[in-house]
C-alpha cells in the first residue's frame, strides 16, 4: 500500500496510542461536576460525621432515669419546656425530671441521655406522658459514629459515583481534586460530506463520525470540541486544527487510507505523524504521532472503523490519561449461532447481539453498516491465527453496554 511505513498487531497499536495520551492534570472541580471522574488525591473529612450528637428519632429528649418507672398504664409525665427543632443551633440543656421535645437530627441537649420515640408517649406539647423506659443512649447518634474528623473517606483512584459525592458533600466539600477532563479535538473530513439538517446533493452523505466520537469522548468524561465536515483540501485542514490550539489530542476521521485525496495523510505525513497498516479488521489503516507537540490518532472513515477502532485504541488511553484503572470493557464468553469467516493474520471484530449464552452476528463484517453496529451490545472477537468459526463455537465477547 502507498505511504505505508509500518504493520502493527492490535496490542502493538493500542500501546502506542496509550503512551501518546499525556495524564490530565489533577484540578479541583465544583462536585456536581465530578460524576464520573477520578479522584486525584485522597478527601479528608474536616468535620465527624454525623457533627453533633443528635436524635435519631422524633420524640423527647430525657434523662433515662427519669423514666425508668413508665409503663404503658403508668406514664410518667414531664413537663416540656423546650421545642428542639432540627436545625436550632443554640444550646438548651435540659434539667433534671424535664423532657425537651426534639426532632429527627436536632443536637442532643446537654443532660439528656437518651429519646423516647414519640409513638411511646401522648405525644404532648407543654407537658408529655412517658409509657415505655428507655436505656441510656437509645436513638441518640453519636458525633463521629460514621466518620471521624480528619478521617479519610475517600481514596485517590476512586470513581465518584452517586453515593461517593454524597460523602464528599456529606463532610462539606464543595469542591474536589479530579483528573481534568480530556480535551478532545474531534475533526471530520471529507469533501463529501454534509451536516445534517441541510439538503442533500446526489454524491454528498452525512456526516456522522464526528458525533459518533464526540459523544463516546463525553461519555467517559472528556470534552469534545468538534469541527464537521472540513473539506479535503490540507491548507483547511491545517487551519481548522491550528485554530484550535488548547486541544489535548486531536481525533481525525477519514483521508488515511490508499486512495487520492486523502488529506490527513497528505497534511499529517513527514509532520511527526505516521501512518500505518494496524493487523484488524475493520479499521486497518491508522495514523498516529504528534502534530508539533498536539497528540494526534487518525482513525478511517468508515463509520464502523471509527466507531470501532476508537473503542478499542483511542477510549482505553483517554480513560487512562483521566486517572482511571479499568479501561477494558468486561469480556465474557458465548456460543456463536453463525458460522464466521476471518480473515489470515488480522484480528477481526464482529458486531453482535448477546442473549443469554449464546450471541449473534448482526449485519456482516463491512465497516460501512452502521445500522448493525447501532443494534449490536457487544463485539465478537475472532483471533488473527482464526479463519473460520463454525457455528455453536465458543467465541470471546467484548461487551459494549
Ligand atoms: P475515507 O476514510 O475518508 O476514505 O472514508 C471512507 C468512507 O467513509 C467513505 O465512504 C466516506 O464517505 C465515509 N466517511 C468518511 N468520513 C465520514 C463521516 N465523518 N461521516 C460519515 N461517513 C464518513
Ligand atoms: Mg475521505
Known sequence: MQGVTTSLSVDDYRARIASLVPPAPVVLLPTDECLGRVLGADVVAPVALPPFDNSAMDGYAVRAADVAGAERHAAVALPVPVDIPAGRTDIVPLLPSTAHRIMTGAPVPPGADAIVKVEDTDGGVERVAVRAPVEPGTHIRRAGEDVAEGATVLRAGTVLGAAQLSLAAAVGRAELPVYRPVRVLVLSTGTELVVPGNPLLHGQIYESNSVLLAAAVR?????????????????????????????????????????????????????????????????????????????????????????????????????????????????????????????????????????????????????????????????????????????GADVEILLLR
Open 219 to 391: 461519555e467517559i468524561g472528556g470534552t469534545a470540541t468538534v469541527l464537521r465536515a472540513v473539506p479535503d483540501d490540507v491548507e483547511q485542514f491545517h487551519a481548522a486544527v491550528k485554530a484550535h490550539p488548547d486541544a489535548d489530542v486531536l481525533v481525525t476521521s477519514g483521508g488515511v487510507s490508499a486512495g487520492a485525496y486523502e488529506v490527513v495523510k497528505d497534511a499529517l505525513t513527514g509532520r511527526g505523524v505516521e501512518f500505518m497498516r494496524v493487523a484488524i479488521q475493520p479499521g486497518g489503516p491508522q495514523g498516529s504521532g504528534r502534530f508539533g507537540e498536539l497528540p494526534v490518532v487518525s482513525l478511517p472513515g468508515n463509520p464502523v472503523s471509527t466507531a470501532l477502532t476508537f473503542e478499542l485504541f483511542l477510549r482505553p488511553a483517554l480513560l487512562s490519561a483521566m486517572g482511571h484503572a479499568e479501561v477494558d470493557r468486561p469480556r465474557t464468553r458465548a456460543a456463536v449461532t453463525e458460522d464466521l469467516r476471518s480473515p489470515a493474520g488480522k484480528r477481526q471484530y464482529r458486531r453482535a447481539r448477546l442473549d443469554g449464552s449464546s450471541v449473534t452476528p448482526v449485519g456482516g463484517p463491512g465497516s460501512h453498516l452502521l445500522a448493525s453496529f447501532a443494534a449490536s451490545d457487544c463485539l465478537i472477537e475472532v483471533p488473527e491465527d482464526v479463519t473460520e468459526v463454525p457455528a
